[in-house]
T-cell receptor
Framework: GENVEQHPSTLSVQEGDSAVIKCTYSDSASNYFPWYKQELGKRPQLIIDIRSNVGEKKDQRIAVTLNKTAKHFSLHITETQPEDSAVYFCAVSPGAAGNKLTFGGGTRVLVKP | EAEVAQSPRYKITEKSQAVAFWCDPISGHATLYWYRQILGQGPELLVQFQDESVVDDSQLPKDRFSAERLKGVDSTLKIQPAELGDSAMYLC???FGPGQGSTDTQYFGPGTRLTVL
């Protein structure tokens, strides 16, 4: 089955700096790559996603890049703010029928004021 | 904005007892998912429904877990008997489903945090 690895597991940045989280996956047929943010005790919230026919997508301070050849994708957060502190999960969906998501292990991001 | 609803939010039970969790997906979403999230890890799929049919329960421990979505709308996940290792967050998610011409986006509920003593 699909295997998703996420790094780093924890990330501490100074407010205003950038944060980058990387995920690698194993199934070359995967075609959908969402990122979720989960604050303590709350539901995972979709923050950005990308499909295999796009190499990069940006939404304000958040961007995701995809390298299908290398089978990795990354989340970039610029000008980090304290409210960006949370756990971030990458996920991968298979190209075959069905929308099962396989999640990475998560990255705990701490933005220090 | 419509959201996935789950209840209860918290459940404490003793091992060997039965527990049940309920999920109400976003209206119009044909696909419903139950995930288990162990503390410090990403969610893992337990079971996926398309309307009232199970399409993937390969990771569901069927000796003690059961799930149903009788009318293709809300769903119940049951554990009987509960074991210590079942302590986790149980998340429900929903999406429009494949072939709907929309997205694969899954929307999550707030989860039920289960503690087995």
């Amino acid at each position: 089955g699909e295997n998703v690895e996420q790094h780093p597991s924890t990330l501490s940045v100074q407010e205003g700096d950038s944060a980058v989280i990387k995920c690698t996956y194993s199934d070359s047929a995967s075609n959908y790559f969402p990122w979720y943010k989960q604050e303590l005790g709350k539901r995972p919230q979709l923050i950005i996603d990308i499909r295999s026919n796009v190499g990069e997508k940006k939404d304000q301070r958040i961007a995701v890049t995809l390298n299908k050849t290398a089978k990795h994708f990354s989340l970039h957060i610029t000008e980090t703010q304290p409210e960006d502190s949370a756990v971030y999960f990458c996920a991968v969906s298979p190209g075959a029928a069905g929308n099962k998501l396989t999640f990475g292990g998560g990255t705990r991001v701490l933005v220090k004021p | 904005e419509a959201e996935v609803a789950q209840s209860p939010r918290y459940k404490i039970t003793e091992k060997s007892q039965a527990v049940a969790f309920w999920c109400d997906p976003i209206s119009g979403h044909a696909t419903l998912y139950w995930y288990r999230q162990i503390l410090g890890q990403g969610p893992e799929l337990l079971v996926q429904f398309q309307d009232e049919s199970v399409v993937d329960d390969s990771q569901l421990p069927k000796d003690r877990f059961s799930a149903e979505r009788l009318k293709g709308v809300d769903s119940t996940l049951k554990i009987q008997p509960a074991e210590l290792g079942d302590s986790a967050m149980y998340l429900c998610a929903s999406s429009f489903g494949p072939g709907q011409g929309s997205t694969d986006t899954q929307y999550f509920g707030p989860g039920t945090r289960l503690t087995v003593l």
